[in-house]
Structure formats: structure tokens, C-alpha cells
């Protein structure tokens, strides 16, 4: 199962990146995450529906210092990630 997350807030410069793939790791999800242009991340997860789930629920709040404002889902198609990555 794939997601693309866009979250929206205050989540740059706040170490939004390195949180995300330690939680994305902590719950057995593969995939990326990178800052954008726009000042918003995106996050593209795969794995088990309820470690997605989880992710979801996570990423609504943000780690410390981040204000999370908003968050755009869309399902993907699953792309055979092996390992959770920050892009740059």
C-alpha cells in the first residue's frame, strides 16, 4: 500500500525531515520525505495499512517545534522502496 503526503504548517527548519524517516522506520514504513519549494513536505510511504495509518495520525501533530497545518493524501501505486530515505 502506497501514500503521498503533502503537510502543510510550519515544517521546515525544524528538523520535520529526520523525525518523519525515524518514525517512518519505528513503524516498518519505506519510502522518502523532502521539503518542497512551497515551504510545505511531502512524505511517500509504503507498508502494512495500519503502520500507514499510524503515520497519518503522526504526521497530523508533527514532531516538536513543528506546526502542522494541514495534510493532502493521496493513495499511489507501490513503487518497491527498500529503506526510508530524506531526499534533498
Not at 60 to 67: A, E, F, K, L, Q
Request: avoid cysteine.
Amino acid at each position: 500500500m502506497n501514500r503521498r503526503i503533502k503537510v502543510h504548517g510550519k515544517v521546515q527548519g525544524v528538523f520535520f525531515r529526520r523525525n518523519t524517516q525515524q518514525k517512518a522506520i519505528e513503524l516498518g514504513l519505506r519510502g522518502w520525505v523532502k521539503n518542497e519549494e512551497d515551504g510545505t513536505v511531502t512524505v511517500e510511504i509504503e507498508g502494512e495499512l495500519h503502520s500507514i495509518l499510524a503515520m497519518q495520525s503522526w504526521l497530523r501533530v508533527g514532531p516538536p517545534d513543528s506546526t502542522v497545518e494541514g495534510l493532502e493524501i493521496s493513495q499511489g501505486e507501490d513503487q518497491g522502496y527498500l529503506e526510508f530515505l530524506i531526499l534533498q
